[in-house]
């Protein structure tokens, strides 16, 4: 065999090499990658944007306290009086009003009084000619008439018992006839009542030598001005019809109507004012004091509003029925609260938060929960204690110091 030169050609050791430089050329990037890239590690969450919240306060070198002079308040807890304003309607009053109908079917044969006119408690307003109530009248009389014969039977009879001249089943019957007249009678003066006739007129007819009257007269049933005429002369009628009504405007109902969420601080017993709704450059001529007498239980179907009532006693003949007006009703709640003055809340997005004086180097921002907003405090239900402090003054430079110290955590 012969051996082969050095510079002959071989193609085996070529391709080893090949191999061998491209393994190394791998491994030498991999290295180089590694070395390069830095390992990945977690950034987090901003501590503004956690689900999860910590306590968070501000903290201030004594130069940033000398330059800010931050105010504080010490919340109290005690009764606060704040004004809640609301519409209100004006009403008659529940015994000043009176709605005269018919009492039953006829025709309006007179008429003795006319819308605006005042009238007294047993004047004549109008007479009804009814048939119907013609009859009502014979019945009672002829009741009554029957009562007279059956008791001077009874009384003729109980002499002759007595002198056996009479059996006594025959006083008996008697006796019984007389009841039954003198029930037809109670029943008779019964219907007369529903109708508007009372005993004092009954005792004066004369069941012999009366004929029985046809025409009704219908009497005012209080003091008042006759407001509305719904009929005219000579007009038939049915009975339970509307003629007309009388207001005595001396008292009047005064409605309130205001959102469920303030009825929590309004009592009976809640003073309010009264003043014109359409007022002239904007200053109402004029004004009552008042206090709340009653609260509707449930609300309002109209407006879903809890109604607030006032009897209220009318000067120079204002307010008037019908009319709308203002109120304004100071509400007191009957439990103590904390109340905070207005400039010390702000928001962060839709939570009420104050700055609570921890030291005069430290505040804690806290949530806390408003019940309502007045012109000038804020009442809290919850988020204070009586006797913490809260910054009112300089509350835009704590939040943007409470929002660098989060970015730079």
Known sequence: MKAQPLNSKNPIPIKAAAILFVSVLLAFSGCSESADSPATEETGTPPSLRSEQTVQSVKLTQ????????????????????????????????????????????????????????????????????????????????????????QQQVDRLKVLTEDKISPLRNLERAQADLRLAQTRQSAALARLKAVGITESQTRRWDPFASDPNAKLTIYASIDGVLNEHLIEMGESVTAYQKLLDIIDNTEVLVRGFIAPEDAYFIQPGTSLTINERASREGVSAHSLNATVTTI??????????????????????????????????????????????ITAVQYDQSDATVFVQ??????????????????????????????????VTQVFSLKALERFEQFAD
Not at 109 to 122: D, F, L, P
Not at 137 to 148: P, Q
């Open 63 to 150: 130069e940033q306290a000398d330059n800010l002079n931050i105010q504080v308040y010490t919340a109290t807890a005690e009764p606060v009086s704040f004004s809640i304003e609301a519409p209100g309607e004006v009403f008659p009053a529940p015994e000043r009003i009176s709605v005269v109908s018919a009492p039953i079917d006829g025709r309006i044969s007179n008429i003795y009084e006319h819308e605006g006119e005042r009238v007294s408690k047993g004047d004549p307003l109008l007479e009804l000619e009814s048939l119907e109530f013609a009859n009502l009248v014979a019945a009672y009389l002829e009741a009554t008439a029957e009562i007279t014969y059956q």
């Open 296 to 341: 509707n239980p449930a609300l309002d179907q109209n407006n879903r509003s809890v109604v607030l009532n006032s009897i209220v006693t009318t000067e120079d003949n204002w307010p008037l029925v019908g009319q709308s007006v203002r109120l304004t009703y100071m509400a007191k709640p009957e439990e103590s609260s904390i109340s905070i003055p």
């Open 358 to 391: 921890l030291s005069e180097l430290e505040y804690e921002k806290r949530t806390v929960k408003i019940t309502r907003i007045t012109d000038e405090h804020a009442i809290l239900s919850s988020g204070l204690e009586p006797g913490e402090k809260v910054a």
